[in-house]
């Protein structure tokens, strides 16, 4: 395991570095030189370059001279680039001018607080909800449940955060409509996001565990069971359960990276300072050194969710081989 482990790390390498050159493509050359808009309408020439000096946009971007040497790359934009992506120095928002790496600390507690208990609660609802429509699988009670699964993945996401804030905020007054508070008192404020990214996703979640359950329901080794006088209830929960649960690892592991980096919708609507709320606020301050280090976080984050799924993988299933 531990030379498969080496190599998928090796291999992922590529992956980040490509993130990182095609971050740096987008926010640097698509995106365009911002020092001018930092600096302000009215400002000089000697204010526009000690801006340009200050983030490194002075420099080359890919080269210095030509041929380029070694050395000449070094003092490069990109260098720049992948090289404090690399180390993690991410440098200083262009909003607030303060170190993002302080800023995605801070912002890492309130999406987590957020996504964690999501993520856990939608997991234990979906998987009950699938196991009890596998037992009565064919009934009236299963296809008026799928038929409400549909209905649900067809109302789009951000109708349930409006509804929810009109009905439950607004007009009902059980939940705060927005803001957030540090300490215990976040609670109050997150209890609704939380219902809500919950009850929105559950008709996807219902719809995708009632097939893995389904599919492992006509497997040669629950016929086996049932002919030895297994109880249907031991069959779903002993059995079919445990043999389902590579797809459902896959689910949960995958979404890791959204774990950390917060829900975009949830956090702006709700006023929840995360690492979401950040991504969109940047986005529209037009914030390149942060929407950059979501993305590189991002990525990294995916590789190591597809590593910890391949590992999961033996740890339920014996049979699989990590080679």
Request: net charge positive.
């Given at each position: 395991m531990t030379a498969y482990i080496l190599r998928k790390i090796f291999n992922a390498i590529p992956i980040v570095f490509g993130v990182m050159i095609v971050t740096f493509i987008l926010f640097r050359v698509v995106g365009g030189d911002i020092s001018s808009e930092?600096?302000?309408?009215?400002?000089?020439?000697?204010?526009?370059?000690?801006?340009?000096?200050?983030?490194?946009?002075?420099?080359?971007?890919?080269?210095?001279?030509?041929?380029?040497?070694?050395?000449?790359?070094?003092?490069?934009?990109?260098?720049n680039h992948l090289y404090?992506?690399?180390?993690?120095?991410?440098?200083?928002?262009?909003r607030d001018k303060r170190e993002i790496s302080e800023i995605i600390r801070e912002g890492a507690i309130p999406s987590l607080s957020l996504t964690i208990p999501m993520l856990f609660a939608s997991l234990i609802t979906s998987l009950s909800i699938a196991l009890i429509v596998a037992y009565v699988r064919g009934s009236f009670f299963d296809k008026a449940l799928v038929f409400v699964c549909v209905v649900g993945m067809s109302i789009p996401y951000l109708s349930y955060i409006m509804l929810g804030q009109y009905f439950f905020a607004y007009k009902l007054g059980v939940f705060p409509v927005f803001g957030y508070e540090p300490g215990v008192e976040?609670?109050?404020?997150?209890?609704?996001?939380?219902?809500?990214?919950?009850?929105?996703?559950?008709?996807?979640?219902?719809?995708?565990?009632?097939?893995?359950?389904?599919?492992?329901?006509?497997a040669d080794y629950?016929?086996?069971?049932?002919a030895k006088g297994a109880s249907q209830t031991r069959v779903l929960f002993k059995h079919v359960l445990k043999n389902a649960m590579i797809p459902v690892i896959t689910q949960v592991v995958m979404a890791?990276?959204?774990?950390?980096?917060?829900?975009?919708?949830?956090?702006?609507?709700?006023?929840?300072?995360?690492?979401?709320?950040?991504?969109?606020?940047?986005?529209?301050?037009?914030?390149?050194?942060?929407?950059?280090?979501?993305?590189?976080?991002?990525?990294?984050?995916?590789?190591?969710?597809?590593?910890?799924?391949?590992?999961?993988?033996?740890?339920?299933d014996p049979r699989v081989e990590l080679r």
């Open positions: 930092l600096a302000g309408k009215s400002a000089s020439k000697e204010t526009i370059a000690e801006i340009r000096k200050e983030y490194g946009w002075d420099k080359p971007m890919f080269f210095n001279t030509h041929p380029m040497s070694v050395k000449d790359f070094f003092d490069t934009q990109l260098f404090n992506s690399a180390t993690l120095n991410f440098g200083t928002s262009l976040k609670i109050k404020y997150l209890i609704l996001p939380i219902l809500i990214g919950v009850f929105s996703g559950l008709g996807s979640s219902v719809r995708f565990y009632r097939t893995v359950v389904l599919d492992e329901i006509h629950v016929r086996t069971a049932r890791i990276p959204f774990l950390f980096l917060g829900s975009l919708l949830l956090e702006r609507f709700f006023g929840i300072p995360g690492l979401g709320y950040l991504t969109v606020e940047s986005i529209g301050a037009r914030d390149y050194p942060v929407i950059s280090a979501m993305t590189f976080i991002g990525s990294l984050l995916y590789v190591f969710g597809l590593l910890l799924t391949d590992i999961c993988y033996t740890l339920v």
